[in-house]
């Protein structure tokens, strides 16, 4: 029988401007249906929220996740799971910057999620793995393709073929995450420190970014560069620009609008 619950906390720090989806189903917090289910749903209650400038994905207890409910995958219909990606992995249609903070294990569809972000701040005993294919199956929420494009083919088609763990370090080192703190509470200091210079960025900046990274990182060089000189062009008539300019001569911090 597949696993019930897999309810994701939704919680709010600095006036309501930061957005924290907190992962919380027992010791290894697995993924269930369900969850799939509910990350989608958060993510759609929080790009609506135009208070909410920053996400962050985070989880209780010792493990980030061990990943998903596998005999669970036994009780769907295999027509069923044709969309598998496009729930868990809704951080990566966002247009808000999505951090992650990861402590312990990140398996499976937990990477998965951990990759559809755009920032990933872990830890040195973190470890991360697509294991599927001891199963007799292949990551189905975006794994082959993002971690590749992230660590390169020939690491990726490595550790997905034997799904052979990947340190915290050797994270750091290839590029999977931004940061390798020692423990969960330089952990906890470093994301807060990255949510607070977020913050202080403008919002319609950020987004356009992050928009530009991800639909030109996928296409012929010419491309992204054109499709970056559009959405220069576009950001120089916005308020947040000119305020920007006018803060930098005036010496003072500015104050963006996300316009």
Known sequence: MPLTGGEIRLEHTHEGRVAHLV???GRYNIITMETRRVMAERFAETDADDRVQVVVIRAEGEHFTSGGDIA???EVEPVDLTDLGQDVTAAARSPKPVVVAIDGYCFGVGLELALSADIRIATDR???ALPEMKLGMIPGSGGTQRLARLIGLSRAKYHILTGERITGQQALDWGLTSHNCADAQELEKTVDEVVSKLLSYSPLAMRTAKEVLDRGVDGPLYTGIE???KAYSMLRAS?????????FGEKRPP???GR
Do not use: C
């Open 23 to 25: 992962l919380d189903h």
């Open 72 to 74: 669970g995958f036994m």
């Open 126 to 128: 973190s470890r991360f």
């Open 227 to 229: 499709l970056e000189r």
């Open 239 to 247: 308020h947040d620009f000119a305020e920007g300019v006018a803060a």
């Open 255 to 257: 104050r963006f609008e």
